[in-house]
């Protein structure tokens, strides 16, 4: 007796079964959504009534949801838009699957920079439809002993480099306790391009094994577990009683300084000296009365904005940018020519008191 669909009903015939069956289906059925991308209940209806219980198609059915990924692929690259590298990558993907939807992150990604590709990443994705294929490649280590993987989430898949792109996501897990993230390092030639070029491997491994995924491909499949990931050594905050120091980790192409000083522990910070409510009141007023000084290069801000258009054009000024952390820009200006900054320089905190 088969499993047969009713008016969008499943209706089924709940037969004892053992373990073994139990496994032996429920494996089988695994390797079937693996290779077919099929609706739930059409697989469902292949699913024999006579060794399956009811709790089992449960199991199955949470497993598919699980692994079901989005049809939306990514693209963040350092390679430009005057080459035909970022085409081609299109081209692989629509090849294997046509009804994909590739968006374009950016292709701008300073040549080779890693921690610019790590920031970027990090900060798009949490944007985007759960199941969503993030493919990122930056990559200098291209044609080395460096591994590819697929580092998958709760929410996404990263197809990418083994080589610290993801290090700023994978702090960010970590910090905000997320569920259990797991990768395998590509190795299926089945999900690549028949002929694997040393110098291009955004068109002929990351590409196809991204489209595969699109159609349904489980990352076990595509290779064996990595635990080891390359991180990337993140820059700390060092925070002492009136003094919390950061640093500027981006500079994006308006020459706005973002450094790593969150609006949450900047907030801690500055109400560390005023009582809880009075320093919230005054924090949503610009912090204005909570005495302070930003320090950068050679300069001094002591004010926060709200907007940029609150200074004057030509004006330096503090702000906390649209992913939550302190930035210092010129208004209608270049911050990182105005002060002649750069990654990795010093941004200080002081609080008077």
């Not at 430009?80 to 968006?103: Q, R």
């Not at 944007?127 to 993030?134: A, L």
Request: charged share 20%; aromatic share 6%.
């Amino acid at each position: 007796m088969l499993v047969t669909k009713v008016s969008g009903v499943v209706n089924m015939k709940d037969e004892k079964t053992t373990e073994l069956d139990n496994v032996r289906v429920l494996n089988g059925c695994k390797k079937t959504f693996s290779n077919v991308s099929i609706t739930i209940i059409s697989c469902v209806s292949i699913i024999n009534a006579e060794i399956i219980s009811r709790r089992l198609l449960l199991i199955i059915l949470q497993q598919i949801r699980m692994h079901k990924p989005s049809q939306i692929i990514t693209l963040t690259t350092d390679f430009g838009t005057s080459d035909v590298y970022v085409g081609v990558m299109k081209g692989v993907i629509l090849n294997i699957n046509p009804n994909a939807k590739i968006v374009d992150i950016t292709h701008s990604i300073t040549p080779q920079n890693i921690r610019e590709a790590a920031f970027t990443i990090n900060a798009a994705y949490r944007f985007f439809p759960k199941g969503t294929i993030h493919v990122i490649v930056v990559d200098p280590g291209v044609g080395s002993d460096r591994q590819a993987i697929v580092f998958h989430t709760d929410t996404s898949y990263f197809v990418c480099p083994n080589n610290g792109v993801l290090s700023y996501l994978l702090q960010d897990n970590e910090s905000e306790k997320k569920p259990l993230a797991e990768a395998v390092v590509i190795q299926n030639p089945d999900y690549l391009l028949p002929r694997v070029c040393n110098t291009f491997h955004g068109r002929d491994i990351f590409a196809p094994v991204a489209a595969h995924l699109s159609l349904g491909i489980t990352p076990d499949r595509i290779g064996q577990p990595k635990t080891d990931l390359v991180r990337l050594t993140i820059p700390a905050l060092e925070i002492t009683e009136n003094t919390l120091t950061g640093e500027i980790i981006n500079v994006d192409s308006f020459g706005n300084l973002i450094t790593n000083i969150s609006e949450n522990v900047l907030t801690s910070f500055l109400l560390s000296s005023t009582s809880e409510m009075e320093g919230i009141r005054e924090l949503d007023r610009h912090v204005e009365v909570v005495d302070f000084e930003i320090s950068v290069g050679t300069t001094s801000i002591n004010r926060l904005n709200s907007t940029y258009t609150e200074s004057q054009a030509g004006t330096l000024l503090a702000i906390i940018s649209s992913f939550g952390l302190v930035e210092i820009a010129v208004n209608m200006g270049n911050a990182s020519s105005y002060l002649g900054l750069k990654i990795g320089d010093k941004v200080m905190v002081h609080k008077k008191v």
